[in-house]
């Protein structure tokens, strides 16, 4: 089927519809477009069947609260670990490229699933706050695998650790919130090293270096060698005994 195509100068020329004079001054059709068949007919039947279908789909939206197609494994348990493993990742590798607000923004959508979810099954921790609009769809008689409620876990627990390290990062320093992430960490995992180490360093910056000097022994026992721990070790010893020295040079 050939294109009708118009000049810059307005006129209709090439294919089987063009124009041309008949020689009584005025155009007519060479070879018009053949007359409304059957085919055409139909076209408009089943436009009209479609529009018919549209209109009942959006009846049922109305009725059943806005919800026209369910979608049961958008938010499966399964998939909800899924999600939150998948932004996990990708605020590890925002980490890596020292993208670290972004890392943040990650791991905090992947807790929010996995809290989102928690809530809607009634775990304990989450059962005083109301359920999350994330997971319409998920009743309360759903249950987790052993396979997924161990993923959701240890996803929550490197979500939390990874948040302490990427605030560690900054360019000013959260440390009140570097202990909260840390001792949420330690309140599931009491012996997580990077939890117990940031736990130590978060409390010397805030001048708590009795607890400091606690979480990081602590963290040394599970790494001796690390130079890291040792150091901190160190400087918070040495500051436990400057201040000693001050208390008893003012009760002198």
């Not at 007359?35 to 479609?50: E, G, V």
């Not at 890596?96 to 791991?107: F, L, N, S």
């Not at 330690?186 to 130590?200: M, P, V, W």
Request: glycine fraction near 8%.
């Amino acid at each position: 089927m050939s294109v009708i195509q118009a000049g810059h100068d307005g006129r209709v020329d090439g294919g089987r519809g063009s124009l041309t004079d008949s020689g009584g001054g005025s155009p007519k059709l060479q070879q018009c477009a053949q007359p409304p068949n059957s085919s055409s007919s139909r076209t408009k039947d089943a436009r009209y069947h479609q529009q018919q279908q549209q209109q009942q789909q959006l009846q049922q939206q109305r009725h059943h609260g806005g919800s026209m197609w369910k979608q049961p494994s958008h938010n499966e348990p399964a998939d909800v670990v899924r999600r939150a493993l998948d932004f996990k990742c990708q605020g590890t590798q925002c980490y890596k490229d020292k993208k670290y607000r972004e890392a943040i923004g990650k791991y905090h959508r992947a807790l929010l699933e996995i809290k989102g979810l928690c809530r809607v099954l009634g775990d304990p921790d989450t059962s005083s706050k109301s359920p999350s609009s994330l997971l319409p769809t998920i009743s309360k008689s759903t249950t987790l695998t052993d396979e997924q409620k161990g993923a959701m876990e240890n996803a929550e627990l490197e979500c939390y650790n990874s948040l302490a390290a990427c605030l560690l990062q900054m360019e000013l320093v959260n440390y009140e919130r570097v202990k909260e992430y840390c001792l949420k960490v330690l309140h599931k995992e009491g012996k997580n090293f990077k939890a117990l180490y940031r736990s130590g360093v978060a409390y010397y910056h805030l001048g708590d270096f009795q607890k400091a000097l606690h979480y990081l022994k602590e963290s040394h026992k599970q790494e001796p060698s690390d130079t890291n721990v040792i150091r901190y070790i160190q400087l918070t010893e040495m500051k436990i005994r400057r201040n000693a020295q001050r208390e008893k040079k003012e009760a002198t």
